[in-house]
């Protein structure tokens, strides 16, 4: 038996990883048969992989050189070259050296000697090719190379061959639990990996070195990240990859990057983390949603600028608070050139605290911030489109361009979930819009092939199913109930979905319950089947909704569950008979309460809106469940107002008043019988005298809401100084009381007014000063309405190219907006900014302008209504067809098209507007076709 000391087990154990040995006996055969000048690059993992590299080399020269009774290679620990280096010095040092070279950079020492590599082999490559008569091999980290290959354009002509050796510290191996399955697949290829670099105290960081900060029981300690020595494959990215490269080739660069999950946001920057790595002294990612860190964005804050101070200046912050850290963070990162990655931010006072100094860059990506002033580029990561999304599922085994583009379409243009589909049909079985044995038999096959189940069934799950349910991963994984409960389990613990506060909704499906409240109605007294209907209930109409993100869908199960609710409120009159019934009509009530908060807008979402208000004039109603019914039934006619039924909410209203309410729910039922009123041109007298006596009737907390309703009927009277007066005395109760809401409505009513007075300096400025104040705490819903009427104002003022800039502006940040959160709100958002931009082009005269922004219009109202049997359509069409008709003379080619976009248009408006001036200028334009 041969003994070996510790580093050559060492050693041998390090071959043993990856392809070190195959990559090791191909320098160890290069260099030996290397004649004359001839240059190896070597990348190595860490500087361990480093050192038992060169001792390999050595050993084997070494042996070599007995044989042949010549010298050994000379390693040279760090090459003492500078940028004045003169030639003798260089000619001096190449005959003391014997053959072949070995120079050897430390991986924790490249920074001057690296750039004076770069000037050597780039600006005096002539002159060591005639100096060098012998192979010289030169050792670097990955990062490093990537630098190399920037900085020294030529070395194409003078290097040979590239050998890649992973790290010797094992534990330092790629964690594919960090990356997307795309990107765990090319780090592994690719023999990508990161490594510990240094003390976790007192670090140099050489340029360019990477550091990977993660949290771990026992605290924070720094990693390299998974740089892959690939390109990774980034489709339909190329716009996105330049441009942040260009923002973060020069220091001080604040960017975010935002897109849904699994949009691409992590794999771009690591694509181009080595392209600029090279311009700072260090660059630092930190995994903001894996750190282990208190809940509140502040504590956050501080604990990462602590852990991330004292990594820069191994200085002690114990005892100070953030206020006194930050400023050391910002003067420590103003004075060097670093770059921050802080991932996965969604918390926008977290970003302010985060923000480094002028000369350091930072990127935030994140799924949900808006852009605002701290960062001077936004990147939007929308879906791929079709010829990128089939490109990468062609790169993952999906040959049917067909099946390529129905998956592209399925997925929203995903990447990551594109790329896990296209592993599974690379499987060899296509998801199907009925995914049950479908994906039973692609996670049969992706657990045999040694997947963990449990991130195996998230990742399918992910994909096919709206909700993660234990029913639904035992369907799809073919478990036991138990067993899909505990990976469900193990999948919470480890974060990779998310939870709402109640596990057992969010967990279970319904079917227990409403097998419970369908079946033994012998066995079960009545309370306990209710008990389980309502459960079933809320499931449906409250859970499922708020997880769907959806409306109204008719299924069999809001079907059931609306009948059940009804049933329920109807026993009030005999609750002789069920003893429980009082509390059981609280629950119910509470789950129509909750219903109507989590239902979307759209076709059918007021089907639960009539049982809510059941609820709200059911006879029998007893004291103490008064107020929940008549918040119900308010609740439910504000849906009603919301969906512009105002007829019908004007009837319920009438009812809720015949019912005699009282106090406050009187006032409330008035407030809202003036604003349908004012909606349905009312005698603004008739308004003031309700809103006056609404007023006397509600609280405090309320009486804003009086105010603008009063301010408004005042405007429509045309009474614009009565409504300045009642804007401004609200405005000023607003700012005194910081109601920031209360204040930007109060700024855009009073704009509104000014606009009507001819006094529009003043009103862009208030909608200015609107949009400020918005600009964090609103929606995008909201702000878009603002800049809809700073639109108006600028075009009023003759300023139609900077009206449509701004309305430009707005679209691009809605349709940015749907496209990550598919949210159907979001295109009908874009309607009424999409007419308005057509009537600004049209007003300007570009009438072939104004011809294709009438068609934009009309592709966006069929996206929005599903169809083009809208009257909204059929206005759309009649204005084009004035404007194709507007040329004198007319081509026949317009009035070909004018006459079919009349002849669809008129039929509707005879249904829908038949008294309308709009039907009477299609009558008269269709004439003259």
């Known amino acids: 038996m041969v003994e070996t000391n510790p580093g050559e087990r060492a050693r041998e154990t390090w071959l043993g990883y990856g392809d070190n040995r195959a990559e090791a006996e191909r320098l160890l055969t290069a260099l030996e048969l290397g004649e004359g000048f001839q240059l190896f690059v070597v990348q190595i993992g860490d500087a361990l992989a480093g050192t038992h590299l060169r001792a390999l080399i050595e050993a084997a020269a070494a042996e070599s050189c007995d044989d042949a009774g010549a010298e050994a290679p000379h390693t040279v620990g760090s090459l003492e070259l500078r940028r004045d280096t003169e030639l003798s010095a260089l000619s001096e040092l190449f005959r003391e050296t014997p053959h072949p070279r070995w120079f050897w950079l430390p991986t924790a020492d490249t920074g001057e000697a690296l750039e004076n590599l770069f000037f050597l082999l780039n600006q005096k490559r002539d002159v060591l090719t005639r100096l060098a008569d012998a192979p010289v091999a030169v050792a670097m980290h990955r990062l490093d190379w990537a630098r190399f290959r920037r900085h020294a354009p030529d070395f194409w002509s003078i290097h040979q061959a590239v050998f890649r050796f992973s790290a010797a510290r094992r534990d330092l191996d790629t964690d594919p639990g960090l990356l997307s399955m795309d990107d765990a697949a090319v780090s592994h290829a690719d023999g990508a990996v990161g490594s510990i670099i240094g003390p976790t105290h007192g670090l140099h960081m050489g340029p360019g070195s990477t550091h990977f900060l993660r949290g771990r029981a026992s605290g924070w300690r720094v990693q390299e990240p998974r740089v892959a020595t690939k390109r990774l494959a980034l489709y339909g990215r190329d716009a996105e990859l330049r441009s942040l490269?260009?923002?973060?080739?020069?220091?001080?660069?604040?960017?975010?990057?935002?897109?849904?999950?699994?949009?691409?946001?992590?794999?771009?920057?690591?694509?181009?983390?080595?392209?600029?790595?090279?311009?700072?002294?260090?660059?630092?990612?930190?995994?903001?949603?894996?750190?282990?860190?208190?809940?509140?964005?502040?504590?956050?804050?501080?604990?990462?600028?602590?852990?991330?101070?004292?990594?820069?200046?191994?200085?002690?912050?114990?005892?100070?608070?953030?206020?006194?850290?930050?400023?050391?963070?910002?003067?420590?990162?103003?004075?060097?050139?670093?770059?921050?990655?802080?991932?996965?931010?969604e918390s926008q006072e977290l970003v302010q605290w985060l923000m480094p100094g002028g000369k350091s860059s930072v990127v935030v990506a994140t799924r949900s911030l808006r852009p605002h002033g701290d960062f001077d580029q936004t990147l939007n990561l929308a879906g791929l489109g079709n010829q990128a999304g089939v490109e990468l599922l062609r790169s993952r085994g999906v040959e049917d361009e067909a099946q390529a583009r129905r998956l592209v379409q399925r997925f929203a243009g995903r990447p990551r979930s594109l790329s896990q589909a296209g592993r599974l049909v690379a499987l060899g079985r296509a998801p199907s819009p009925s995914p049950g044995e479908t994906i039973s038999g692609l996670i049969t096959d992706v657990v045999a092939a040694g997947s963990p189940k449990a991130r195996t069934l998230w990742e399918c799950l992910s994909l096919f199913t709206a909700t993660f349910t234990t029913e639904a991963a035992a369907a799809v994984g073919r478990l036991e109930l138990e067993a899909a409960d505990g990976y469900l389990d193990e999948l919470l613990r480890?974060?990779?979905?998310?939870?709402?506060?109640?596990?057992?909704?969010?967990?279970?499906?319904?079917?227990?319950?409403?097998?419970?409240?369908?079946?033994?109605?012998?066995?079960?007294?009545?309370?306990?089947?209710?008990?389980?209907?309502?459960?079933?209930?809320?499931?449906?109409?409250?859970?499922?909704?708020?997880?769907?993100?959806?409306?109204?869908?008719?299924?069999?199960?809001?079907?059931?569950?609306?009948?059940?609710?009804?049933?329920?409120?109807?026993?009030?009159?005999?609750?002789?008979?069920r003893a429980q019934t009082p509390d059981l009509l609280e629950r119910a009530q509470a789950v129509l309460r909750d219903a109507l908060g989590a239902w979307k807008r759209?076709?059918?979402?007021?089907?639960?809106?009539?049982?809510?208000?059941?609820?709200?004039?059911?006879a029998g109603v007893s004291e103490g469940r008064a107020d929940l019914s008549w918040s119900i039934g308010l609740r439910a006619l504000m849906r009603l107002k919301e969906e512009r039924r105002f007829d019908e909410a004007l009837e319920w209203v009438e009812g809720l008043l015949a019912a005699g309410p009282t106090g406050e729910a009187l006032g409330g039922a008035l407030l809202l019988r003036a604003q349908l009123h004012r909606e349905l041109g009312a005698p603004v007298e008739e308004l003031v005298r309700e809103l006056e006596r609404a007023r006397d009737l509600l609280g405090a907390q309320v009486q804003p809401v009086v105010q603008h309703e009063l301010g408004r009927a005042r405007l429509q009277a045309e009474d614009f100084d009565g409504a300045?007066?009642?804007?401004?005395t609200l405005l000023a109760q607003a700012r005194a009381q910081d109601l920031l809401e209360v204040e930007r409505n109060a700024l855009s009513e009073l704009a509104e007014v000014r606009r009507h007075q001819g006094r529009l300096d003043e009103a862009e400025a208030l909608l200015r000063q609107a949009i400020e104040r918005s600009a964090v705490t609103t929606s995008i819903l909201e702000l878009t309405a603002?800049?809809?009427?700073?639109?108006?104002?600028?075009?009023?003022?003759?300023?139609?190219?900077?009206?449509?800039?701004?309305?430009?502006?707005?679209?691009?940040?809605?349709?940015?907006?749907?496209?990550?959160?598919?949210?159907?709100?979001?295109?009908?958002?874009?309607?009424?900014?999409?007419?308005?931009?057509?009537?600004?082009?049209?007003?300007?005269?570009d009438r072939a302008g104004a011809?294709?922004?009438?068609?934009?219009?009309?592709?966006?109202?069929?996206?929005?209504?599903?169809?083009?049997?809208?009257?909204?359509?059929?206005?759309?069409?009649?204005?084009?067809?004035?404007?194709?008709?507007?040329?004198?003379?007319?081509?026949?080619?317009?009035?070909?098209?004018?006459?079919?976009?009349?002849?669809?248009?008129?039929?509707?408006?005879?249904?829908?507007?038949p008294n309308s001036d709009t039907i009477r200028l299609a009558a008269k334009l269709l004439k003259n076709c």
């Open 602 to 618: 759209g076709e059918g979402s007021l089907i639960p809106l009539e049982v809510a208000l059941f609820a709200a004039q059911a």
């Open 245 to 345: 490269t260009a923002a973060l080739e020069s220091p001080g660069a604040r960017v975010l990057v935002r897109g849904a999950r699994g949009a691409g946001k992590t794999s771009l920057i690591r694509r181009v983390l080595p392209q600029v790595a090279g311009r700072y002294e260090g660059v630092w990612w930190i995994p903001v949603d894996e750190l282990p860190h208190p809940d509140a964005p502040i504590d956050r804050a501080e604990h990462i600028l602590r852990t991330l101070w004292a990594e820069l200046a191994a200085g002690d912050t114990e005892g100070l608070e953030l206020l006194d850290v930050y400023p050391r963070w910002f003067a420590a990162t103003s004075r060097r050139r670093l770059l921050f990655v802080f991932d996965d931010v």
């Open 724 to 728: 300045a007066a009642v804007f401004e």
């Open 851 to 913: 011809i294709q922004a009438h068609d934009q219009v009309l592709s966006l109202q069929d996206q929005v209504y599903g169809t083009l049997e809208h009257v909204a359509v059929a206005e759309t069409e009649v204005r084009k067809a004035r404007l194709l008709l507007a040329a004198r003379p007319a081509g026949q080619r317009s009035r070909d098209s004018a006459r079919k976009l009349l002849e669809h248009a008129l039929p509707i408006l005879e249904r829908e507007r």
């Open 494 to 577: 480890g974060g990779l979905v998310d939870l709402i506060e109640d596990k057992p909704v969010r967990w279970h499906l319904p079917r227990r319950s409403r097998r419970l409240a369908s079946e033994g109605f012998d066995e079960q007294p009545f309370e306990a089947q209710d008990g389980h209907r309502l459960d079933f209930c809320r499931w449906v109409l409250v859970t499922q909704a708020q997880l769907d993100g959806r409306g109204w869908t008719g299924s069999p199960d809001e079907i059931a569950a609306v009948d059940w609710l009804r049933s329920i409120l109807e026993v009030t009159n005999e609750s002789q008979t």
């Open 786 to 845: 603002l800049r809809e009427a700073l639109a108006v104002v600028q075009a009023e003022r003759g300023e139609l190219d900077l009206g449509i800039a701004t309305l430009d502006a707005t679209l691009a940040e809605l349709f940015s907006t749907y496209l990550m959160s598919e949210d159907p709100a979001m295109l009908a958002a874009m309607l009424e900014p999409t007419q308005r931009r057509a009537q600004l082009i049209e007003a300007g005269g």
